[in-house]
């Protein structure tokens, strides 16, 4: 449940971005542990628009994957699809408002120089330090929505669990509102051992990243692509190997402490015990080649009747992508869209 790592880097500024930074004080951990200061990294686009009594009203919050940040939003598949006039996001419509979720970024991280001595956190903290960004830092009290994808798809639902009556819908994309397990469960642990397991990791104060971690990034690829995208870029015994090589060269580019971090803060993930709390209108959108959210175990169907304003649809584009299908915004930004439209204002 996450986004590209690679993603990222491709993306190209967006005309009428603005980014900013805000500082939360004495940020309370799940855990009890209290960060003195916490930055949070944004990046906005669109104005907001205030109603008759002075509240912004068309503010639409967007979550990122796992090894991703904001940048990933601006990535071709999904800038070119959703913001332009007419686009589901339209920029002339909505005030999107896209954090770099804690760990990665601009917001504060273990490679900002705490390394392993940096407080552990898990989804929940990365959802109150959204809502506190947006009420505290940026004066946001209600959204439209909020729309996430893999990780804060995830995010999406607890989002909607945490503060029910904040957004008057909810789209959670390739993601699934039940707790890491199974095969999920087991690739992320080779991940995570890959790292924390390393002589060369030295607790975290590394010199470079361990070798054992840049082996086995590239299985990153095979959990997250399709396998005909695969295919297509390695037909051949030769060309899949050098493409293997060229994953693990890369994984050069990420610190390996906040790629540790990230993978672990999914440990407090169980949204699945507390779905009755939903009460905004719940939109989530899967794809049937998913290997992270695989649809043969039925998590969806199982889900939605317990939410009481629910829907879900599971989608095959064609050319798929797997799970990187959400960086694919017409793949389902329609879908999103037609839900938007039917969204009741909020008093």
Sequence with gaps: MMAGMMGAAAAEPYPGTRDGQVVLHDFRLVS??????LTIGYTTLGEARRDS???????????????????????PGLA????????????????????????????????????????HYGY????????????????????????????????????????PDFMDGAVAIASSPTPVSGRNMMWRQLMIDSIRNAPDWQG????????????????????????????TL????????????????????????????????????????????????????????DLLNPVELQALPRAMPQVAHGTYQILSPKPSFGHQNLGQGAAWGPVAADFLATLPERP
């Design 53 to 75: 009594r002075g509240r912004i009203a068309n503010a639409v919050l967007l979550l990122h994957g796992t090894t991703g940040t904001a940048k990933n939003w601006f990535l």
């Design 124 to 163: 929940r903290d990365m959802v109150n330090a959204n809502y506190r960004l947006l009420t505290e830092g940026l004066h946001v009290d209600h959204l439209r929505a909020v729309i996430g994808t893999s990780m804060g798809g995830m995010q999406t639902w607890l989002f909607a669990e945490q503060y």
């Design 204 to 231: 975290g104060n590394y010199s470079a990243p361990p070798e054992s971690f840049l082996r086995t990034w590239p299985l990153f690829a095979v959990m997250t692509d399709s396998a005909t995208h695969l295919q």
């Design 32 to 37: 009890g542990e209290v960060m003195p200061t």
């Design 80 to 119: 070119k699809q959703l913001y332009g006039p007419g686009q589901p996001l339209d920029a002339s419509r909505y005030f999107l408002v896209i954090p770099d979720g804690i760990g990665l970024g601009r917001s504060s991280k273990p490679s900002d120089g705490l390394r392993a001595k940096f407080p």
């Design 234 to 289: 390695a037909p051949t015994r030769e060309q899949a190997i050098a493409h293997d090589r060229m994953l693990s060269e890369a994984a050069h580019l990420l610190d390996a402490n906040d790629v540790l971090y990230r993978f672990e803060a999914s440990a407090d993930y169980h949204p699945e015990v507390e779905l009755g709390k939903i009460r905004t209108q719940f939109l989530a959108i899967n794809f049937a080649d």
